[in-house]
């Protein structure tokens, strides 16, 4: 799971006449016509990919010190292989972020070196995160000397470094050669860090030489799958003493205050992590490090790896434990992550390098199941209560059900929303929908989880298709494609049914309404009230959000500004619009409570509900003709049938 951010015309030249599985064949072809640019001279072919080790070992050295103005120093030396034309990459695809989001912008002042003479470089211009150089006779290494600009501001994008902590993500701040699969290409990095700081990451560490850190060499895809979090305040905790391979979670704060867990707390993320080793029963690393930034100066992120994950919580994760709810299920999703998505990874996944275009046809499966298990193992471990699952469950579904925009587009059309939208707002998400893979996919595994459980009388679950498709091949650790036929084919030996059919009918599907049959399978039905679980009460006002969706068909912040409006619910009706504040409810001025109150009193009554909006510069009367009273979505017990539902959010014991 990524927090990510081309041009349409160059997206388009990278995937036109893109069969399925094409882009992960050993020879990825040219991308540009061989020509030579009048103004330098420079082939701008990009060179074939061949399956043939790089020579050498790039050095590349970071210089993470200069947090005032937030820049990454970068040099690097890249052994070449020939005199001649030669093309370096930025990275653009990026594993996690599912699309082309390298933030090539926040690269800078690039200049080129060999043997202390300048190297002009190319921009390709059909390509452009490729640089095309002619390397000098005689020249055995280049030296590429540039900043990876972190943003000062959260408008500028991410921002990866603070006073108190930094992200290195080493696919922002290196170039490497084309022509070959990442796998092929050795790197050796190093990293100085401000005086007293620590740090965590995946990589091994090899030797130190003051503030600095040089790890040992490990293969491109290896590099760029180890990020590092480090901070002027860190702990690491153990989370599986004495267990098989170690497991980690490495700690940033804004302030050292803010790293206070509990002994409980401790419990509950090595519960984590035997629950997950009871589900799968296998691990597919040698090693693993949660990476934690407790803060809200650094970026968010939720980003997955093979030995560790990239998680930013609120900084009262610990110290507010009860009122912070909404990270509650971050560690688990990117957890399951080294299982699903990282080990086991869709085929149209596995390209070559990161300048090959990712597809993203399966990521209901990548996402979806992930999102699925991450659910379940938070409530397993005790990250959440039973009843906070089910009432986050209850959200979901009734937040998804009201999904118009399927009558259009299907959910499998959203996985392409990380190559189309990249995460930018939209005004209309129920009617536009944006990934919702993610959690809708999670349904549609519940729906085949209860109906598993159905089958077979309860001797099996989705839990034995994870094993069987997960848990295999304990200790390995390279990764093991999968196809949409492999999904059917592992459901299949976990108990016979038209697999192919049911997902298909999910996936391609226009309703009505989302894929709900997993929860009155499950032995509960979803229902409205008046109130709000204790549980959306906590979570809407951490978030400070108040919640009208399901009676106006619109959502507001603390100041009553618009963030939500449900496609041809009430409020679209009324022409209101995202963006939009609303100043008075009923004549006096406006707050949650009393739009709440003005939602109740209009109830069985034909009295309309009267608002003045602010859109702009203009002011306006609304008034809204609608008389159901508040709703909130609740699962209710349906007496008399299997607590299905119970049971999948149990501990395992074994």
């Excluded at 170039?175 to 290409?185: K, S, T, V």
């Excluded at 996936?507 to 008046?530: C, K, M, N, S, W």
């Excluded at 951490?542 to 399901?550: D, G, K, L, Q, V």
């Excluded at 939500?564 to 609303?582: D, H, R, T």
Aim: hydrophobic content about 40%.
């Amino acid at each position: 799971m990524s927090h990510a951010r081309l041009s349409a015309c160059g997206l388009a030249l990278l995937l036109v006449s893109a069969a399925p599985g094409a882009l992960a064949q050993a020879a990825a072809p040219s991308t540009t016509a061989a020509v030579l640019s009048p103004a330098s001279s420079v082939n701008t072919t990009i060179p074939d990919v061949v399956d043939r080790a790089w020579p050498g070992v790039i050095t590349l050295d970071v210089d993470a010190t200069d947090l005032n103005r937030r820049i990454f120093r970068v040099r690097e030396i890249i052994p070449v292989e020939a005199a001649g034309p030669m093309t370096l990459f930025f990275p653009q695809w990026l594993p996690g972020e599912h699309g082309p989001t390298g933030p090539i912008a926040q690269l800078a002042g690039l200049i080129i070196t060999a043997g202390g003479q300048r190297v002009e470089w190319t921009r390709d211009t059909l390509q452009p995160f490729a640089f095309h150089i002619v390397v000098p006779a005689g020249a055995t290494q280049i030296v590429a000397e540039f900043q990876h600009l972190s943003p000062t501001a959260p408008n500028q994008g991410r921002v990866t470094m603070t006073a108190e902590m930094l992200n290195v993500q080493w696919e922002k701040m290196l170039l490497y050669p084309a022509g070959r699969y990442h796998r092929n290409i050795t790197t050796q990095a190093s990293v100085k860090l401000p005086d007293g700081w620590s740090m965590g990451s995946a990589l091994e560490t090899e030797g130190t030489a003051g503030a600095t850190t040089t790890f040992k060499p490990v293969t491109l895809d290896v590099l760029i799958d180890s990020p590092i979090f480090a901070g002027a305040h860190y702990r690491q905790i153990d989370l599986d003493p004495g267990g098989r391979s170690p497991v980690r979670i490495n700690i940033v704060a804004d302030a050292a205050a803010n790293i206070a867990p509990t002994d409980e707390h401790i419990g509950i993320l090595r519960s984590l992590v035997q629950q997950a080793d009871r589900l799968f029963g296998a691990r597919h690393f040698d090693r693993y490090d949660f990476l934690m930034a407790m803060t809200d100066r650094l970026g968010g992120i939720g980003l997955e790896h093979h030995r560790s994950s990239e998680n930013s919580v609120d900084p009262g994760f610990f110290t507010d434990w009860s009122s912070k709810l909404g990270d509650r299920d971050l560690l688990a999703h990117e957890y399951t992550h080294s299982w699903n998505g990282k080990w086991r990874r869709p085929a149209d996944q596995n390209v070559a390098n990161y300048n090959i275009p990712l597809q993203d046809s399966l990521m209901w499966v990548y996402e979806g199941q992930t999102q699925f298990w991450g659910n379940v193992l938070s409530a397993r471990s005790g990250m959440v209560t039973r009843q906070q699952a089910l009432d986050a469950l209850a959200m979901t579904a009734a937040s998804y059900d009201a999904t118009i925009g399927r009558e259009w587009r299907a959910m499998q059309d959203t996985t392409n929303d990380p190559i189309i939208s990249q995460r930018q707002p939209k005004g209309w998400l129920s009617w536009q929908r944006d990934e919702d893979y993610y959690v809708e996919g999670a349904l549609i595994w519940l729906d085949a989880d209860t109906l598993i459980r159905e089958k077979t009388n309860g001797r099996k679950s989705l839990d034995d298709f994870a094993r069987a498709f997960f848990g295999t091949n304990d200790g390995e650790f390279d990764e093991a494609p999968y196809t949409f036929e492999d999904v059917v084919s592992a459901l299949n030996g976990v108990v016979a049914h038209d697999w192919a059919s049911f997902l298909r009918t999910r996936l391609d599907g226009h309703g009505p309404g989302a894929p709900l049959d997993g929860l009155e399978r499950g032995g509960y039905r979803l229902v409205f009230t008046d109130t709000p679980s204790d549980y959306q009460k906590t979570l809407y006002a951490e978030y400070e959000r108040s919640n009208f969706w399901y009676s106006l068909g619109l959502q507001t912040d603390k100041d009553s500004k618009i963030n939500g409006v449900l496609w041809e619910g009430p409020a679209f009706n009324a022409s209101l619009a995202v963006g939009m504040q609303i100043i008075a409810v009923n004549g006096d001025a406006a707050s949650p409570d009393r739009l709440g109150a003005a939602i109740t009193a209009a109830k069985d009554t034909t009295t309309p509900i009267s608002l003045i909006v602010k859109d702009g510069e203009r002011y306006r009367t609304v008034e809204i003709d609608y008389h159901g009273g508040l709703r909130y979505p609740h699962l209710e017990r349906i007496a008399g049938t299997p607590d299905r539902l119970g049971d999948l959010y149990t501990a395992r014991q074994r």
